[in-house]
């Protein structure tokens, strides 16, 4: 999340509270990508990421996490930043489409982009 989207009230929460809660019902271990740590004011209570230099724009922070998931041998990564109305049932929905041969996102930023899962590597 860009400039102080983070901490924009998402109703009693912030942005970045939102996008945890939701992560932490998709996946067992989750972070926060960030260009700064001053974005936050202080922390989001997860790991945070910091952008790739190399990358302009929200593509830095998608290859901060690609890197994040790759140490950690996850196969996947999920991407929720500043979209507070994702459904909870998103993860089991993105598999089932991944099931019969669609991949819903592979997104390549440079030529020497970082490998993802769905890129076989």
Not at 4 to 23: D, F, I, M, N
Not at 87 to 97: E, G, H
């Given at each position: 999340?860009?400039?102080?989207?983070?901490?924009?009230?998402?109703?009693?929460?912030?942005?970045?509270?939102?996008?945890?809660?939701?992560?932490?019902?998709?996946?067992?271990?989750?972070?926060?990508?960030?260009?700064?740590?001053?974005?936050?004011?202080?922390?989001?209570?997860?790991?945070?990421?910091?952008?790739?230099?190399?990358?302009?724009?929200?593509?830095?922070?998608?290859?901060?996490?690609?890197?994040?998931?790759?140490?950690?041998?996850?196969a996947?990564v999920?991407?929720?930043?500043?979209?507070?109305?994702?459904?909870?049932?998103?993860?089991?929905?993105?598999?089932?489409?991944?099931?019969?041969?669609a991949?819903?996102l592979?997104?390549?930023?440079?030529?020497?982009?970082?490998?993802?899962?769905?890129?076989?590597?």
């Amino acid at each position: 999340m860009g400039g102080g989207k983070p901490l924009r009230a998402w109703g009693e929460v912030s942005l970045v509270a939102r996008a945890l809660t939701l992560a932490r019902g998709y996946a067992d271990e989750v972070a926060v990508a960030v260009r700064n740590a001053e974005q936050l004011g202080g922390g989001a209570g997860a790991p945070l990421l910091f952008d790739h230099p190399d990358i302009p724009g929200p593509l830095a922070g998608l290859a901060s996490a690609l890197t994040f998931a790759r140490a950690r041998g996850a196969a996947h990564v999920q991407v929720l930043a500043d979209m507070p109305h994702l459904p909870v049932d998103l993860t089991s929905r993105l598999a089932a489409a991944m099931e019969f041969g669609a991949w819903p996102l592979c997104p390549s930023a440079m030529d020497d982009c970082i490998p993802s899962a769905a890129s076989g590597a």
